[in-house]
């Protein structure tokens, strides 16, 4: 088909009630054409992966976790009368935003100027929950989404059934949409890569290799020898906090430079790529072996830093279609609509990004096409925008890799597209301008410089006060061009 059907789409399934399905249910709003929209989320309450519960998660990851074709996520077993779902999710004790306040925020939310420059979890969460307020009404808490089809139908539209279950009550719904919107992230099925030996390694010591999705805290790795797997922003900073207790120096392992230097210091240390875990049968003192060939002995706890893959087990009928390795979703144009049935869309799907303002660019461009305001091109031109990104990015996981000011380019052009409706209606996303520019191209510097500061650097408020002043270095500029040496 890949093309949108001529008939009113009047009804719409959204999968998450994290910060994009919440954004994605409030553009869908203000078209004010829809007759049906639904929330469908798992967990007790809105925020997504941004939802923490203190206790490190005693649950089993496949080692190694190459697989994405996970089954359904199911609620951890408490005994401590807590009535909440819980789900795993990748939060942990002293994370902070790793993107400054002035740039993280929804168009339509500003974050208060009197907090800290780089948030805390524990006020995102409360910012995603004030956020989702006036759409709560739309979402169905602690119900499961199961199975996802696309019916047939006389009008040769088809639509989607969506089967779900209350994980309280264990009362099955099925429920036909002219359209869904799967808004549910992919910070789920952690990925652990196969390297030579890990089976074997993890069959003779476990417990020692986990994954950064179950860190909670550094105290769990108090006085152990610790090898820190991948250098991202989470990595990093996980890498960092573990050095408060452990045995020095912690071995980062990085297969390329890392984007904040800062965090490299004296309690830790890079390494290369682990190249095999050594067989226990015949060295039985936890050793790996680096690329560069020298071994470490002895180890106590090997921390995975490494990712996630993408997984829908809710579409079995579509996952080969859509996944393959887990590293990317096949067929999607512009990251967001399912090529041959765009009444399907995917949001949130690129990474090293402002999630949250990119959100609301998705969602002004998949409210205004789903109310027929926008137009799509055709299917034949859709697919050649996925082959044209294939050649440029490759179709793993760089595909939805956005670096280099790419996402805010990105960001844009939806602003522009958006743009070309009638502005009296619906909602529109800011468009970013040449100082959030300046500032994404220095995000790292900017981290880096709150670092330093330690535990003074929670009482900055603005990048000004690290040294980062946009409208000095404009001025600068302007001077320089009007008198070039």
Same mark, same amino acid.
């Given at each position: 088909?890949?093309?949108?059907?001529?008939?009113?789409?009047?009804?719409?399934?959204?999968?998450?009630?994290?910060?994009?399905?919440?954004?994605?249910?409030?553009?869908?709003?203000?078209?004010?054409?829809?007759?049906?929209?639904?929330?469908?989320?798992?967990?007790?309450?809105?925020?997504?992966?941004?939802?923490?519960?203190?206790?490190?998660?005693?649950?089993?990851?496949?080692?190694?976790?190459?697989?994405?074709?996970?089954?359904?996520?199911?609620? %951890?077993?408490? #005994?401590?009368?807590?009535? &909440?779902?819980?789900?795993?999710?990748?939060?942990?004790? !002293?994370?902070?935003?790793?993107? /400054?306040?002035?740039?993280?925020?929804?168009?339509?939310?500003?974050? /208060?100027?009197?907090?800290?420059?780089?948030?805390?979890?524990?006020?995102?969460?409360?910012? %995603?929950?004030?956020?989702?307020?006036?759409?709560?009404?739309?979402?169905?808490? !602690?119900?499961?989404?199961?199975?996802?089809?696309?019916?047939?139908?006389?009008?040769?539209?088809?639509? =989607?059934?969506?089967?779900?279950?209350?994980?309280?009550?264990?009362?099955?719904?099925?429920?036909?949409?002219?359209?869904?919107?799967?808004?549910?992230? *992919?910070?789920?099925?952690?990925?652990?890569?196969?390297?030579?030996?890990?089976?074997?390694?993890?069959?003779?010591?476990?417990?020692?290799?986990?994954?950064?999705?179950?860190?909670?805290?550094?105290?769990? +790795? @108090?006085?152990?020898?610790?090898?820190?797997?991948?250098?991202?922003?989470?990595?990093?900073?996980?890498?960092?906090?573990?050095?408060?207790?452990?045995? !020095?120096?912690?071995?980062?392992?990085?297969?390329?430079?890392?984007?904040?230097?800062?965090?490299?210091?004296?309690?830790?240390?890079?390494?290369?790529?682990?190249?095999?875990?050594?067989?226990? &049968?015949?060295?039985?003192?936890?050793?790996?072996? +680096?690329?560069?060939?020298?071994?470490?002995?002895?180890?106590?706890?090997?921390?995975?830093?490494?990712?996630?893959?993408?997984?829908?087990?809710?579409?079995?009928?579509?996952?080969?279609? %859509?996944?393959?390795?887990?590293?990317?979703?096949?067929?999607?144009?512009?990251?967001?609509?399912?090529?041959?049935?765009?009444?399907?869309? +995917?949001?949130?799907?690129? =990474?090293?990004?402002?999630?949250?303002?990119?959100?609301?660019?998705?969602?002004?461009?998949?409210?205004?096409? =789903?109310?027929?305001?926008?137009?799509?091109?055709?299917?034949?031109?859709?697919?050649?925008?996925?082959?044209?990104?294939?050649?440029?990015?490759?179709?793993?996981?760089?595909?939805?890799?956005?670096?280099?000011?790419?996402?805010?380019? *990105? *960001?844009?052009?939806?602003?522009?597209?958006?743009?070309?409706?009638?502005?009296?209606?619906?909602?529109?996303? @800011?468009? =970013?301008?040449?100082?959030?520019?300046?500032? &994404?191209?220095?995000?790292?510097?900017?981290?880096?410089?709150?670092?330093?500061?330690?535990?003074?650097?929670?009482?900055?408020?603005?990048?000004?006060?690290?040294?980062?002043?946009?409208?000095?270095? &404009?001025?600068?500029?302007?001077?320089?061009? #009007?008198?070039?040496?």
């Amino acid at each position: 088909m890949g093309s949108l059907p001529p008939q009113r789409i009047r009804s719409i399934a959204i999968i998450g009630a994290g910060p994009i399905g919440v954004t994605a249910a409030k553009f869908l709003l203000a078209e004010q054409c829809f007759e049906k929209i639904d929330i469908y989320e798992q967990q007790t309450s809105a925020g997504g992966a941004w939802n923490y519960f203190p206790t490190r998660p005693v649950t089993k990851i496949s080692i190694p976790q190459t697989n994405p074709n996970q089954p359904l996520d199911k609620p %951890l077993e408490k #005994d401590d009368g807590d009535e &909440r779902l819980i789900f795993v999710t990748p939060m942990y004790d !002293h994370l902070i935003s790793n993107i /400054p306040k002035s740039i993280i925020g929804f168009s339509d939310k500003p974050l /208060p100027p009197d907090i800290s420059l780089f948030p805390s979890r524990e006020f995102i969460l409360q910012y %995603l929950e004030e956020y989702a307020e006036d759409v709560k009404h739309l979402i169905k808490f !602690h119900t499961q989404v199961q199975d996802i089809q696309l019916k047939p139908s006389d009008t040769g539209r088809g639509s =989607w059934q969506v089967e779900s279950q209350d994980l309280v009550t264990k009362k099955s719904s099925s429920t036909s949409y002219d359209a869904v919107a799967i808004c549910n992230g *992919h910070y789920s099925v952690p990925y652990i890569p196969a390297i030579p030996g890990i089976e074997e390694w993890d069959s003779a010591f476990p417990g020692v290799i986990s994954h950064s999705k179950l860190y909670r805290s550094p105290e769990a +790795f @108090r006085e152990k020898k610790v090898i820190v797997i991948g250098n991202s922003s989470s990595g990093s900073d996980i890498a960092s906090q573990i050095a408060t207790t452990s045995l !020095h120096p912690v071995l980062v392992s990085i297969r390329s430079r890392p984007l904040i230097p800062f965090l490299v210091s004296s309690a830790k240390v890079e390494v290369s790529e682990i190249a095999e875990f050594l067989s226990p &049968r015949s060295n039985n003192r936890r050793a790996v072996r +680096f690329i560069d060939g020298t071994v470490e002995e002895n180890i106590d706890a090997i921390l995975f830093c490494t990712g996630y893959l993408y997984s829908y087990p809710f579409l079995p009928s579509l996952r080969s279609d %859509l996944i393959t390795d887990g590293f990317r979703v096949q067929h999607t144009y512009k990251h967001m609509f399912y090529i041959p049935h765009p009444t399907l869309a +995917f949001l949130g799907l690129p =990474w090293n990004i402002l999630p949250f303002p990119f959100g609301e660019a998705q969602s002004a461009v998949l409210a205004r096409l =789903w109310s027929s305001r926008l137009s799509l091109p055709s299917e034949q031109a859709m697919l050649a925008w996925e082959e044209e990104r294939i050649v440029a990015k490759g179709s793993g996981k760089k595909f939805h890799n956005m670096k280099s000011l790419e996402d805010l380019k *990105h *960001h844009n052009e939806l602003y522009d597209w958006a743009a070309q409706t009638d502005r009296k209606v619906g909602k529109m996303p @800011r468009r =970013w301008g040449a100082k959030e520019f300046w500032i &994404r191209e220095r995000l790292y510097a900017i981290k880096a410089a709150f670092a330093e500061k330690g535990e003074e650097g929670r009482e900055i408020k603005t990048i000004e006060e690290l040294g980062f002043d946009y409208e000095a270095w &404009r001025r600068e500029r302007e001077r320089a061009e #009007d008198n070039p040496q």
